[in-house]
C-alpha cells in the first residue's frame, strides 16, 4: 500500500506541470507522443478484438455442451468409418483456419477460410440467414458458405 503525503502530491503536480509545458513549448514531440500511444492502443485493442471473437467467445450451437473437439488429424476414409460406425451421435470435420486471397474490383484482400464435412452446419445445429447451406449431395463440388459481414462488404449485399 502506497500512501501518498502532502510533499509526494506537491511533487507529482510540479512534475506534471513541467510536463505539460514541455509537450507545450514542444508540439511536434506532442504530437509523435500523443500519435505513439493511439497506435500502440489501437494495435492492441484489434489484437485483443480477432483473439475475443476468434478463441474467448462461446462456440455458436445449439448445444455447446454435448460437442466434443477431437485434436487429432484423421484421414478421410477413417472419418468416414468413425462417422458411420454410430460411436458419436454425429461427426463433423475442419481442416482449421486458413486464409486465401479474393480478388475484387480490381485489387486482391486476404479473407480467412475453413473447410468443412458437408454436415458441420448439422452437427452445430447453426442456420443460415438466407439462403441455404450447403448438404451431402454438394460433397466433392464447389460451395462456399460466406459471413454476413463478408456478404455485405465484399458481395455489396448482393443476392444470386
Not at 451431402?136 to 463478408?150: I, L, N
Request: hydrophobic share 40%; proline share 2%; charged share 20%.
Amino acid at each position: 500500500m502506497v500512501l501518498l503525503t502532502s510533499q509526494k502530491i506537491k511533487v507529482m503536480l510540479t512534475d506534471l506541470r513541467q510536463g505539460l509545458r514541455s509537450l507545450r513549448n514542444s508540439p511536434a514531440l506532442a504530437f509523435v507522443a500523443v500519435a505513439s500511444l493511439a497506435l500502440g492502443i489501437g494495435t492492441n485493442v484489434t489484437i485483443y478484438s480477432v483473439a475475443k471473437e476468434m478463441i474467448l467467445d462461446d462456440l455458436s450451437a445449439r448445444q455447446p455442451d454435448r460437442l466434443v473437439r477431437l485434436g487429432t488429424a484423421i484421414a478421410s476414409s477413417r472419418y468416414r468409418d468413425l462417422r458411420h460406425a454410430g460411436v458419436f451421435q454425429d461427426l463433423a470435420f475442419n481442416t482449421g483456419l486458413g486464409d486465401s486471397s479474393w480478388r475484387a474490383d480490381g485489387r486482391n484482400e486476404r479473407v480467412w477460410e475453413i473447410t468443412t464435412s458437408a454436415n458441420f452446419f448439422d452437427v452445430l445445429g447453426v442456420g443460415s440467414s438466407i439462403g441455404r447451406l450447403y448438404a451431402e449431395s454438394d460433397q466433392g463440388k464447389p460451395a462456399a458458405v460466406v459471413s454476413y459481414g463478408f456478404w455485405r462488404k465484399r458481395l455489396h449485399s448482393d443476392l444470386p
